[in-house]
C-alpha cells in the first residue's frame, strides 16, 4: 500500500529536462536568419533550472548562451553579457514561460513547450527589433535520445 501511495504522490519529471536539437525545416524566424544548427540542454538544479543553448550562426559562427532560472515568476537578475536587466521564470506542467526585462520594460519573452508526447519542444520568442518592429521567432526542437 505505501509502494502504490508513493507512486501516486510522487512528483512526475520534468518534460523539459533533457538535450533539445533544432529541426531547421519546421522553424520560421522573423528576426535574424534561421541559425546553422542549434541544441538546447535543459538541466535541474536545486531551486529551478540551467538553460544552455548551444548555436552556429548562419556565417558559421559557434555560439554558446547559459543561464540559471529560479521558477518563481519574480524577477531576478540577468546573466552578465546579455542585453537585459532582469530575468524571471514560471514552469507550469509542459510549459517554461521566460520573461527578460531592460530598465523595467519587458524586451523579450521565451515559450517552451514540450509536446504530449514530450519528443517535440517548440520555442517561441517574441520582443521588439532595434527598429521598433515587433517579431516572432518559433523554432521546433526534437529531444535526443
Known amino acids: 500500500m505505501a ?7 510522487a512528483p512526475k519529471p520534468n ?22 544548427e542549434a541544441s538546447y540542454k535543459i ?9 544552455s543553448n548551444d ?5 558559421g559562427k559557434p555560439t554558446h548562451d547559459s543561464y540559471e532560472l529560479i521558477l518563481d515568476g519574480k524577477d531576478h537578475p540577468a546573466p552578465k553579457g546579455t ?22 520594460q519587458i524586451v523579450a519573452h521565451k515559450t517552451l513547450v514540450v509536446s504530449a508526447d514530450q519528443k517535440v ?9 532595434p527598429s521598433n518592429q515587433e517579431f516572432k521567432n518559433i523554432a521546433v526542437y526534437g529531444k535526443k535520445k
Open 3 to 9: 509502494f502504490i501511495l508513493f507512486f501516486v504522490l
Open 15 to 36: 518534460p523539459l529536462i533533457g538535450t533539445w536539437n533544432l529541426d531547421a525545416t519546421q522553424s520560421r524566424y522573423e528576426s535574424g536568419d534561421a541559425p546553422q
Open 43 to 51: 538541466e535541474e538544479k536545486r531551486d529551478g533550472l540551467t538553460v
Open 55 to 59: 548555436y552556429v550562426l548562419p556565417n
Open 83 to 104: 542585453l537585459t536587466d532582469t530575468i524571471s521564470a514560471t514552469l507550469t506542467k509542459n510549459t517554461l514561460e521566460i520573461v527578460f526585462k531592460k530598465s523595467g
Open 121 to 129: 519542444m517548440t520555442v517561441t520568442d517574441a520582443g521588439v527589433k
